[in-house]
């Protein structure tokens, strides 16, 4: 099973994504995730995609296009859950090249609906742990101990691209070049599923897992 989880910054792609991945067996693949590590790493490739993240721009898609194949490449025994790919036009059809060539395709598209002045709270509240990848929020997922990672321990950290002033960039972008890959989806026939993204984590879990345990739901 291949799902897309999509929607805008903040939406809890990131969160809901582990949560399924874990019950239902399946790798994540977080192209933003992926991104921050070779950032941290200083690579040459997390050097070029700093310049456009750190100000809210889409990293260019042969860069993405690259770690991309280089994961399929790699893993996705049970299936995979893309986490924030593909967002522009020429990620949707590499995407499907790449699944054509090994014999996958993806079977639903579930998009998280969030409104925007919900999107920039959560993000002035969101800290991450840099060495196990968990998400917290200080407003409605405190870690146990302030400012520590429950998991690890480590001291979390604020992302630089989310100050307000990036996210509502960010937004703009997702609307102008990310919203209109879910009409790609549509026209090709695949299952869409719209969950309502402003509830608490644990009923947006469940949402998603009710839809995805429904193998004959409607596509809308
Ligand atoms: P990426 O890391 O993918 O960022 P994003 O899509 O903007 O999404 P976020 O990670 O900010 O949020 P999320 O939806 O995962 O939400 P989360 O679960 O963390 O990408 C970063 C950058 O990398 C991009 O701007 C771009 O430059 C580049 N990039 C990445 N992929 C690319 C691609 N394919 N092509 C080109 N460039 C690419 O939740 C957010 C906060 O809300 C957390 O604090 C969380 O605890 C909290 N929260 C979650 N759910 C809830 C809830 N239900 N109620 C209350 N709070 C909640």
């Given at each position: ?130 060495a196990c990848g968990a998400v917290y929020n200080v407003h409605f997922e405190p870690p146990g101990i302030a400012g520590r990672c429950d ?8 992302r630089v691209d989310d100050e307000e002033a990036t996210v509502r960039r960010r937004l703009a972008v997702y609307q102008a070049q990310t ?42």
């Amino acid at each position: 099973m291949d799902i897309i989880l999509f929607g805008p910054p903040g939406a809890g792609k990131g969160t809901q994504g582990a949560l399924l991945a874990d019950h239902f067996g399946l790798q994540r693949l977080s192209t933003g995730d992926l991104l921050r590590d070779a950032v941290r790493q200083a690579t040459p490739l997390g050097l070029e995609a700093r310049r456009f993240m750190d100000v809210g721009e889409l990293v260019p898609d042969q860069v993405i296009l690259g770690l991309v194949r280089e994961y399929l490449g790699g893993e996705g025994g049970a299936g995979v859950i893309f986490d924030g790919f593909p967002r522009t036009d020429a990620q949707d059809r590499a995407l499907d090249w790449a699944h054509a060539e090994i014999g996958r395709r993806i079977d639903a598209v579930l998009v998280l609906d969030v409104s925007d002045e919900s999107i920039v709270q959560r993000m002035a509240g969101r800290r991450s742990c840099p060495a196990c990848g968990a998400v917290y929020n200080v407003h409605f997922e405190p870690p146990g101990i302030a400012g520590r990672c429950d998991r690890c321990g480590s001291e979390l950290v604020s992302r630089v691209d989310d100050e307000e002033a990036t996210v509502r960039r960010r937004l703009a972008v997702y609307q102008a070049q990310t919203a209109p890959v879910i009409d790609y989806y549509r026209l090709a026939g695949t299952r869409l599923e719209h969950v309502p993204g402003d509830q608490p984590v644990e009923q947006v879990q469940k949402a998603l897992i009710e839809r995805l345990s429904t193998a004959s739901a409607p596509t809308q």
